[in-house]
């Protein structure tokens, strides 16, 4: 009996090594498109540095009932207002955030001049979880956008 071999077609190695380079090339393409366009968008989109800083100088949470006084410094380059202050997550209503040295902060908005302090004191009576040795946050945020994230311990001054 005897076999036919048949030719079996197939494309050329050059053709098939060519169609690999244009394949590659072609991916390479995309993705450094792809990847400057995500670029572009995070590093030119352009927004504000913000220039407030504010710093927390001291803190003084020995009575619990009533809530903390915390002092906060102005250490950016121009004048600060503070506009949020949160505890534990919580927005402090601004009824509850006064101001009590006005000398050196505006008694209705809390704006700082460079280098000022401001102290306040956050009225924090039926807060969740405070007792004496509990750690708590204190986040301060300025009007255009600076933030200071600071913990403090419920009975202890710092």
Do not use: W
């Amino acid at each position: 009996m005897i076999m036919k071999i048949t030719a079996r077609k197939a494309v050329d190695p050059i053709i098939a090594t060519l169609l690999l380079i244009a394949i590659a090339v072609a991916a390479g393409i995309i993705v450094y498109v792809y990847v400057n366009s995500l670029a572009g968008g995070l590093t030119g989109g352009g927004g504000q540095q913000v220039s407030d800083q504010v710093s927390l100088d001291a803190y003084n949470y020995k009575t619990i009932a009533s809530g903390p006084t915390i002092t906060v410094r102005n250490t950016g380059s121009g004048t600060v207002t503070v506009s949020d202050v949160f505890f534990d997550g919580a927005l402090v209503p601004t009824a509850n955030l006064t101001p009590q040295n006005p000398v050196n902060c505006a008694q209705s908005s809390g704006s700082m001049s460079v280098s000022a302090s401001c102290t306040f004191t956050i009225t924090t009576a039926g807060a969740e979880g405070v007792t004496s040795g509990t750690s708590h946050t204190v986040k301060i945020l300025t009007s255009t956008g600076g933030t200071a994230i600071v913990p403090i311990t419920a009975g202890r001054s710092g």
